[in-house]
Every structure is written in C-alpha cells, then in structure tokens.
C-alpha cells in the first residue's frame, strides 16, 4: 500500500488555533494554511484576527472561520469547543496556543495574577482539549492535539512562579490526554519552546544584560524563531509523525540539557 512517506501536508484537515491573531500564533496559522489546513482561528483580538483571516484566504484559498474568544472567562472554553466543532463540521486538530506570562517574584506574589495565569494557560486549553477530545472520540476519526507549554515547563525559571506551575501543568493535561486517548487514534503532544522571538519576545529580551544569561545556556547560542515552533507543531499534528504521542518536544537549541 502506497503512503506519502514523510508528509507534513495536513490537506482538508480541521484544525483550531487559539490565540492566533499574532505571536506564534499567526505564524501558526500560516504555517497550517500553507499545508493545506482548513482553519479556525480563535483569539480575542478581533481586528487583527478578521485582518489575519483575509490575509490566509488571498495567499492560500484557505477556509477559515474564526471565533472571538477570552480564555479568562470561565465559560469560554466550552462555547469555543462548541463554535469551533460547528464550523465546519468537527475538528482533526487542535493546538493550544493562547498563553500569558505575568511574571513576579515568589515574594511580592498577587493572586489574581496568580489565577489569572492559571485559568488561561492551563484551565483554558485542558478543558478545551478535553470538550474537543469528546467529540474526536464520538467521530471516531482520530486526531492530534498539541499543546504550547514551555522550556519553563520543565525547568524551573525565577519570577515565573505561576507560569512554570502552569505550563507544567499543561504538559502533563497532555500527557493524561495521550493515556487516555490513544487507544481512540487521538495523538496528544506539547511543544516546550525556549524564548521566541515573535515581536514581543524581542522587545522583552532587547536587554543584553537579562538576555545574555539565558543565551549562554543555550549551545546553539540564539533564541527560537517563530517559524521553528510552527513547524514543529506542524509535523507533531501531521501523519509524519504518526507514532508519535504523549512527549514533550523542547524547542530550545539544547538549553533544557542544563
């Protein structure tokens, strides 16, 4: 039986990206609409995201569908699941990109950073997973799902308390949701990026003297490029990667080896 050995096309596949309206996430979104994908975009940004949506359609001829979403409130994740699961019909892939980093010292710790940290990165995206999971599982089609959690998922960063407990968080949410959904032909995986360098991140780590620490522990001695973590995700949601299910991919130029 012939197969297409090694393809990360995503032709006519279903796929919902949050927090898509800039950062990784449009790149993203470039990224999967480059390969085919159908599209639902979903972002509180409306503007940008109605921009980005027109902008896909005139390169590509892609379909997309976009739902204005915050993550911050507590019913949100199921009318996305919802919304998305309608737009065209169901969904093969989803990747959990929305995320906010509020960093602060352990010491001068407010809660409602605190909580709002863990709601959109970690409550958000694992109770979106499991609505989408659901209906994977009803289809009985398969699917991937991909979570963005971060190098600070895994290694222990200061002044990110609630960002490292929830990305952490994350990264085992997808871990139960591979156990689990395996057996279905649902593939779950998360990307672990170091800093990346969406416009954001450059003017964040503009400053040499907080860059030059985290770049010396980095062998290959740069950031990530959004397009890097793109594709990464790419190939984890694509046939390519097909026994692939339940592990953390570090985006970091070797930084996690210490």
Request: hydrophobic share 50%; aromatic share 4%; with cysteine.
């Amino acid at each position: 039986m012939s197969r297409n050995i090694g393809s990360t096309r995503v032709d006519g596949k279903r796929a919902l990206i949050t927090g898509a309206a800039r950062g990784i996430g449009a790149e993203l979104a470039h990224t999967f609409a480059g390969a085919g994908a159908r599209l639902v975009l979903s972002d509180r940004e409306q503007d940008e995201l109605e921009s980005l949506a027109a902008s896909l359609n005139a390169e590509f001829g892609t379909e997309v569908s976009t739902v204005i979403a915050d993550l911050s409130r507590l019913e949100a994740p199921g009318e996305l699941a919802e919304q998305a699961l309608t737009a065209f019909g169901g969904l093969d892939i989803l990747v959990n990109n929305a995320g906010v980093a509020l960093n602060q010292p352990v010491t001068v710790l407010e809660i409602e950073k605190f909580d709002v940290t863990l709601t959109i990165n970690l409550r958000a995206p694992a109770l979106l997973a499991a609505a989408v999971a659901k209906a994977m599982v009803e289809a009985g089609t398969g699917g991937a799902i991909v979570s963005i959690a971060s190098a600070a998922a895994l290694s222990p960063l200061p002044e990110h308390y609630a960002y490292c407990t929830s990305k952490a968080g994350l990264a085992m949410a997808t871990k139960v949701l591979a156990r689990e959904l395996g057996q279905y032909g649902i593939r779950a995986n998360s990307v672990c990026p170091t800093v990346v360098l969406t416009d954001m991140g450059r003017k964040a780590w503009s400053d040499e003297v907080k860059s030059a620490p985290m770049l010396a522990r980095i062998p290959l001695g740069r950031f990530a490029e959004p397009h890097e973590v793109a594709d990464t995700v790419l190939w984890l949601a694509s046939d390519a990667a097909s026994m692939i299910n339940g592990i953390d991919v570090p985006v970091d130029g070797g930084y996690l080896m210490g």
